[in-house]
Each structure stands twice: as C-alpha cells, then as structure tokens.
C-alpha cells in the first residue's frame, strides 16, 4: 500500500512538473522569440527590423518583419500571447481556452473544418488553419502568419494557391520550432 501510494505521488508529481513552463519569470516578446536574423535565415532574404504591436481578440503582441521582391511584399507575424494577457483582457479564461475553441470552431463548422489540419510541433499543440499556424506551448499561444516568393510556374491557379499554402505552412513550422525551443 505504502508503495502504491510512493508510485501515485511521484506520478502526480512528474505530471506537475512537465506542465510547468520551464522558463521563469516574463515570456519574451514576439521580436525576442523569433528575431530580426531569425526571419532573414527563414526567407534567405534582408528584412526590415521588426514593427511591434499590441493585439487584441486575443490580447497579447505582434512583431511583424517584412521584404520586397519583384514589386511585392512579403514577409512573416509572429503574435504572441500569455494565459495572463489573455484573461486580463476578460474575453477568453487562458491560452489554452483559446487554443481548444479555435480547433472546436474550426472542426465543427463544414467550411473551416476544409482547412485544419493538426501538425506536429515539438513540445507543443499545433494547427493549421490555412493562412496562420496556431501554437500552444504551456501557457503561451502563439500564431505564425507566413508570406513567401514562389517559385515555379502552374497549370491553375488552385495548383498554384495549394503550392503556396504548403510552402507557408513548411515555413511557419519552421519558426515555430524556434520559438518553442526558445520557450523551453
């Protein structure tokens, strides 16, 4: 019994522990989590420094670097936002909250359900909704919106939206995996 009881304790314990967030203090902000050199090896390419902004719906903060090429733009967002930022905003309780009503909303509805698709992040929840990648790390959510050049030439236009889209998510995967490691 006295061993049941040892095993039960540290299990619940170990559980604790890995739930915890490993870094102490404030979270980092989006410029921090995934720098300026951060999204030049991403696109391969000189961006602008990073432009910060405060976000809402959920609250938190956003940090957007950006490049022309051929007469377009482009570039990455990366939004971040805490369980406390969030629940001080008073609409949604944590990021967690906001992260399972995303994936609710967006299984359940017949035209968004079109688009999801759970991906693999290490260490973290992740989805992609067509157009960002949604991450939730703890108690930390963050989105990647990704705009890259495409190379290459397509039969149609949806051949060409479905290339595109696959090379955003790949990159957006990529910088996720950068900023959870930097959230360990």
């Given at each position: 019994?006295?061993?049941?009881?040892?095993?039960?304790?540290?299990?619940?314990?170990?559980v604790?522990?890995?739930?915890?967030?490993?870094?102490?203090?404030?979270?980092?902000?989006?410029?921090?989590?995934?720098a300026?050199?951060?999204?030049?090896?991403?696109?391969?390419?000189?961006?602008?420094?990073?432009?910060?902004?405060?976000?809402?719906?959920?609250?938190g903060?956003?940090?957007?670097?950006?490049?022309?090429?051929?007469?377009?733009?482009?570039?990455?967002?990366?939004?971040?936002?805490?369980?406390?930022?969030?629940?001080?905003?008073?609409i949604f309780?944590?990021?967690?909250?906001?992260?399972?009503?995303?994936?609710?909303?967006?299984?359940?509805?017949?035209?968004?359900?079109?688009?999801?698709?759970?991906?693999?992040?290490?260490?973290?929840?992740?989805?992609?909704?067509?157009?960002?990648?949604?991450?939730?790390?703890?108690?930390?959510?963050?989105?990647?919106?990704?705009?890259?050049?495409?190379?290459?030439?397509?039969?149609?236009?949806?051949?060409?939206?479905?290339?595109?889209?696959?090379?955003?998510?790949?990159?957006?995967?990529?910088?996720?995996?950068?900023?959870?490691?930097?959230?360990?």
């Amino acid at each position: 019994m006295k061993r049941s009881l040892r095993f039960m304790f540290a299990a619940v314990m170990a559980v604790v522990l890995l739930s915890v967030p490993a870094w102490s203090g404030e979270v980092p902000g989006p410029c921090e989590l995934f720098a300026q050199a951060d999204a030049e090896a991403l696109f391969n390419e000189p961006v602008s420094p990073g432009v910060s902004r405060e976000t809402v719906a959920p609250a938190g903060k956003s940090c957007r670097y950006s490049f022309r090429k051929d007469g377009s733009v482009y570039g990455v967002t990366v939004r971040v936002c805490t369980t406390e930022e969030i629940a001080a905003e008073g609409i949604f309780g944590s990021a967690g909250d906001v992260f399972s009503r995303q994936v609710g909303a967006r299984t359940r509805h017949e035209e968004a359900s079109k688009t999801f698709l759970e991906v693999g992040v290490p260490g973290a929840e992740a989805f992609w909704e067509g157009t960002a990648l949604w991450v939730l790390k703890g108690e930390v959510l963050f989105l990647l919106e990704v705009h890259a050049p495409l190379a290459g030439s397509f039969k149609t236009m949806d051949e060409m939206n479905a290339a595109q889209e696959k090379q955003n998510l790949a990159l957006a995967r990529k910088a996720a995996g950068i900023i959870a490691g930097r959230l360990e």
